[in-house]
């Protein structure tokens, strides 16, 4: 029972995904329906956090609107998920970067990761 289970899931994997891992600013190019019509929508934030394994893997990305921070949690291997863009690249010591939820303005910043 275990192999079947494998290997459906292996058929749902995207062939590519994009490299980027927790701190980055990252495009996330979503995939909207409006009534029979179809749209691509893009939110731009931090990521705060990965989790998950094979194609039941996550992403919660944030970002602040009018003030007010708003995360969303995107399955990394759905269809609904045109592609992940990264903008810049964060210089982070954690895995996931729960204290940025209470951090405002300037304090929320990551830093930015020079090679």
């Given at each position: 029972m275990n192999?079947?289970?494998?290997e459906i899931e292996a058929e749902q994997l995207k062939a590519e995904v994009?490299?980027?891992?927790?701190g980055d600013t990252?495009?996330?190019y979503g995939k909207i329906k409006e009534g029979n019509r179809e749209r691509i929508?893009?939110?731009e934030g931090t990521v705060l956090k990965k989790?998950?394994?094979s194609n039941r893997a996550t992403f919660t990305v944030?970002?602040?609107?009018n003030g007010i921070g708003v995360e969303r949690t995107w399955p990394l291997h759905?269809?609904?998920?045109?592609?992940?863009?990264?903008?810049r690249k964060g210089k982070v010591r954690r895995a996931k970067l729960n204290y940025l939820r209470d951090r405002?303005?300037?304090?929320?910043?990551?830093?930015?990761l020079v090679k």
């Open positions: 192999e079947i289970i494998k994009s490299e980027f891992e927790v990252v495009k996330v929508q893009v939110f989790q998950g394994g944030r970002k602040t609107s759905s269809p609904n998920v045109e592609k992940v863009e990264v903008v405002v303005g300037k304090k929320a910043k990551v830093k930015e």
